[in-house]
Nanobody
């Protein structure tokens, strides 16, 4: 049974930084590509960032490029999202997701497992 648990959300001022983490209970974690998605109030969930199984390939949403960095530690079964220069429009529930292939994907439907989400609120 795959479980994903996000942490690190909270309240941060615009321009500040926040680091989200996702702990995965996956035996062969390196065989899973991981992604971060977010859902703002009244909006559909959207892609933020993804990383391949071995960490060599990453993709970002345009809104995240240059500000967010996704990384993973396969020895610790964790994936992180470093958020810098945050903006009020980054306010959302952030979800960690996993797909049972090493190939990264920006498409939500290609992820089989999801965490419960962690709230990020950016004040202006």
């Amino acid at each position: 049974q795959v479980q994903l648990v996000e942490s690190g959300g909270g309240l941060v001022q615009a321009g500040g930084s926040l680091r989200l983490s996702c702990a995965a209970s996956i035996r062969t974690f390196r065989n899973y590509a991981m992604g971060w998605f977010r859902q703002a109030p009244g909006k559909e969930r959207e892609f933020v960032a993804t990383i391949s199984g071995y960490g060599g390939v990453t993709f970002y949403a345009e809104s995240a490029k240059g500000r967010f960095t996704i990384s993973r530690d396969n020895a610790k079964n964790t994936v992180n999202l470093q958020m810098n220069s945050v903006k009020p429009e980054d306010t959302a529930v952030y979800y960690c997701a996993a797909r049972p292939t090493v190939v990264a994907s920006t498409t939500q439907a290609q992820y089989d497992y999801w965490g419960q989400g962690t709230q990020v609120t950016v004040s202006s």
